[in-house]
């Protein structure tokens, strides 16, 4: 007879909110480096960019960017976490449901739009500790450039500059939002992960996440301690 292994379940519960906090946070992250009127960062260029011709939401559009990138990335051999999927879910979900609710406003004046701007990015960075920390996988963007560095052999700044370049000329030509914002972003963001990173105390090379195939031989049914004795 299997019993269910309790503790690990305890554990992946006891990660949940912090995964979930950590992505409610970036979508409003998200919503302030759009409303700032400045211009987006990469991504954020491409989404909105691919909302100007298609009925799609923000929320959506990014639902549907990242379920495309865990295919092609799964196609490489990296296998995504549960984290992965949550963000491309959630984000997309929490982006929409926060702008239903109509609560952020562009500044009118550029002293505002720079203090959203630059509100946005600190709250990304923290958005990305909290998400992150618990282990359960990156988010599908990372989970994409690290397949291609495997796939091709290059290193990591290669790869992830051509793929931020090839998003923002495309987000570019389909009407994104670019700016002196986009620079603000590209250039400050990973400075404000790496704060929040050091203030949290969180080690990037500490620890190994946990993907889908991973956690589930860890949750499944383990043999009971009479089994174990026997």
Known sequence: MKTTNIN???????????????????????????DAGLGMNPWGVFHMGVTNHTPLTLGQVTQITGLVILTVSTLLKIVPGLG????????????????????????????????????????????TYFYLRVRLGAGPRDGLMEGLVKATGKPVWLIRGIIEFVILIVGFFLGGPVGIGTLITATTIGFSVAIAFKIGKYDTKGGVHTNCLQLYKQLKATPSMKEQIQ
């Open 84 to 127: 992965s999927i949550c963000n491309m879910l959630f984000i997309g979900f929490f982006v929409d449901s926060i702008d239903r609710l109509n609560i952020l406003a562009t500044p009118t004046s550029l002293a505002g739009k720079l203090l959203m701007l630059v509100m946005g990015v600190l709250i990304t960075g923290w958005a």
């Open 8 to 34: 690990q379940w305890f554990l992946l519960m006891k990660k949940l909110p912090s995964l979930f906090f950590g992505l409610l946070l970036y979508s409003f992250g998200v919503l302030l480096m759009r």
